[in-house]
């Protein structure tokens, strides 16, 4: 039910969401469809309050009036369709007509948000009431009926409102016991028809306003989500990674947690090791056998495509060598996100690793040099390094959280050129079968330059990055050179700890 959901909301958005108790006050033409829409986007918890029963005049607008539910209350028709929906649900159902003593009946404590969808003036004032007595956020809905354009709802504070008949009386109320701070959806379309005895409605409009309420309090609760979180971004780079070695190491000694990391090529490698909380590891794991042929060679391309032997690198060191702790980093709730790039499409992807016995193979795949390593295919797909698409996956990042420190590995200044035309002709050779990995590949200097312009520019990111150019290339076996590297990625984070810590903390 949620995988779709993942890619836009992100994990821990939906995570939020299964730990979210909602109450719908109204489970009219508008409220019956803020559950639709809550329950299908995974909310784990409802109070659901209605003191009716379903009739034929419902069927033209609400979603819970069926034929086969004539004449059924209608919290006991809505308990029934949101377990059909998501059977692990919970659900506290209340008959009632709200009024001030009524409201009494309802259990405030463990609501996170309460949605006021009924019509009636004093009842609405008795939920928001109850509702900010609680400090509980709260939503209400004006009038949805004798409309026709559903393009005019707005929800804003109720001092902003305007044109609607039932927001005008609800902001007056409101005033007058000065309570302050309440959200509405109200629509600026003059009422259709001036006289009559009903209030006439269509299928089409309290709809709108349903799923407009459910994805105002999913987007309100996803950006706090965001607000809460603070993750980590690390480039790649091949042995400049052993930079980045050192700047996690002199930040494990402080315990500096983040929510979640995003690793591209040897950042995913060294970010592995930081999120086991292995001092030192990312930084052997790079250099200790790196004049080794069977780890890193000429040879090894020839004989396995792989100019860093995978299974030496990815498998031997892990293992036997160097050992990884599984468990810690399993026990970790900081995940590692891989960044890979999907050859077939040219984009980059973000693989979450859970079981790092197995999810090393999107950590290789992230660190695939092209021209240097072969595709690395994986449940059917074959991917290169996360570099080519996402050198510095900030923008992803971001997706779920308000702030990021980026570790760079490349000085202040630096600017990424355009691939020189032998090695460009090379490329389009080699990966001829690939159009859209070729056109990444020559747009790539244009992209990082950009995304590095945008973070410079973000008040909400802070870069570590070397205090100097590095003296060592990605390929680079001069274990006195990395040492100096990895010593000066410790040094920077220790220089610019004190900032950095205020950054997070503020």
């Given at each position: 039910?949620?995988?779709?959901?993942?890619?836009?909301?992100?994990?821990?958005?939906?995570?939020?969401?299964?730990?979210?108790?909602?109450?719908?006050?109204?489970?009219?033409?508008?409220?019956?469809?803020?559950?639709?829409?809550?329950?299908?986007?995974?909310?784990?918890?409802?109070?659901?309050?209605?003191?009716?029963?379903?009739?034929?005049?419902?069927?033209?607008?609400?979603?819970?009036?069926?034929?086969?539910?004539?004449?059924?209350?209608k919290t006991e028709v809505c308990q029934n369709r949101i377990l059909e929906i998501n059977p692990a649900a919970k659900i506290y159902l209340?008959?009632?007509?709200?009024?001030?003593?009524?409201?009494?009946?309802?259990?405030?404590?463990?609501?996170?948000?309460?949605?006021?969808?009924?019509?009636?003036?004093?009842?609405?004032?008795?939920?928001?009431?109850?509702?900010?007595?609680?400090?509980?956020?709260v939503i209400s809905c004006c009038g949805t009926a004798n409309k026709l354009d559903p393009s005019k709802f707005q929800i804003k504070d109720i001092s902003k409102t305007s044109v609607c008949p039932l927001a005008k009386k609800l902001r007056l109320e409101l005033k007058k016991l000065e309570i302050t701070g309440v959200d509405v959806l109200f629509s600026t379309?003059?009422?259709v028809v001036k006289v009559s005895d009903t209030l006439p409605t269509v299928s089409f409009v309290p709809s709108v306003a349903g799923l407009l309420l459910a994805g105002h309090i999913i987007l309100s609760l996803q950006q706090e989500v965001k607000n809460n979180r603070t993750h980590l971004v690390l480039e790649g780079g091949g042995l400049k990674g052993v930079y980045t070695a050192g700047v996690l190491d002199y930040l494990l000694e402080q315990n500096v947690e983040f929510d979640a990391v995003y690793?591209?090529?040897?950042?995913?490698?060294?970010?592995?090791?930081?999120?086991?909380?292995?001092?030192?590891?990312?930084?052997?794991?790079?250099?200790?056998?790196?004049?080794?042929?069977?780890?890193?060679?000429?040879?090894?391309?020839?004989?396995?495509?792989?100019?860093?032997?995978?299974?030496?690198?990815?498998?031997?060191?892990?293992?036997?060598?160097?050992?990884?702790?599984?468990?810690?980093?399993?026990?970790?709730?900081?995940?590692?996100?891989?960044?890979?790039?999907?050859?077939e499409?040219?984009?980059?992807?973000?693989?979450?690793?859970?079981?790092?016995?197995?999810?090393?193979?999107?950590?290789?795949?992230?660190?695939?040099?092209?021209?240097?390593?072969?595709?690395?295919?994986?449940?059917?797909?074959?991917?290169?390094?996360?570099?080519?698409?996402?050198?510095?996956?900030?923008?992803?990042?971001?997706?779920?959280?308000?702030?990021?420190?980026?570790v760079l590995t490349k000085h202040k200044g630096y600017l990424c050129h355009k691939q020189n035309p032998i090695l460009s002709k090379a490329i389009q050779l080699k990966y001829r079968k690939y159009p859209k990995l070729i056109k990444t590949l020559e747009q790539r200097h244009t992209q990082y330059n950009k995304i590095q312009s945008l973070m410079e520019q973000d008040k909400n990111v802070f870069i570590l990055r070397p205090s100097k150019a590095l003296d060592i290339d990605r390929l680079e076996k001069d274990k006195k050179k990395l040492e100096a590297t990895y010593q000066l990625g410790y040094e920077d984070a220790k220089a610019n700890f004190e900032e950095l810590k205020k950054f997070i903390e503020n």
């Open positions: 039910m949620e995988e779709r959901s993942i890619p836009i909301l992100g994990e821990e958005t939906i995570d939020a969401l299964k730990h979210t108790h909602i109450a719908i006050f109204g489970l009219g033409g508008v409220g019956g469809y803020v559950v639709e829409a809550l329950a299908r986007q995974g909310v784990g918890c409802f109070s659901i309050i209605d003191f009716d029963v379903i009739q034929p005049s419902n069927k033209n607008r609400q979603i819970l009036a069926l034929e086969s539910t004539m004449g059924h209350p209340y008959n009632l007509r709200i009024d001030e003593e009524t409201i009494e009946q309802i259990d405030f404590l463990t609501i996170d948000y309460v949605v006021d969808c009924i019509d009636d003036v004093a009842g609405k004032i008795a939920i928001i009431k109850r509702a900010k007595e609680f400090g509980k956020k379309e003059e009422p690793g591209v090529s040897a950042g995913a490698c060294v970010g592995a090791s930081f999120i086991s909380k292995q001092k030192t590891r990312g930084y052997h794991s790079l250099v200790d056998y790196i004049n080794d042929p069977a780890c890193a060679s000429k040879r090894s391309l020839t004989k396995t495509g792989n100019y860093f032997n995978k299974e030496f690198v990815y498998y031997k060191i892990p293992n036997e060598l160097i050992p990884y702790d599984f468990d810690a980093a399993h026990q970790n709730p900081c995940k590692l996100y891989a960044t890979v790039t999907n050859v499409t040219g984009k980059a992807e973000y693989y979450p690793c859970l079981d790092y016995r197995k999810d090393i193979e999107y950590i290789c795949a992230s660190s695939s040099l092209p021209m240097l390593a072969e595709i690395q295919w994986i449940n059917g797909k074959g991917y290169l390094d996360g570099g080519i698409a996402d050198s510095i996956p900030y923008l992803e990042a971001k997706k779920n959280a308000k702030k990021c420190v980026v």
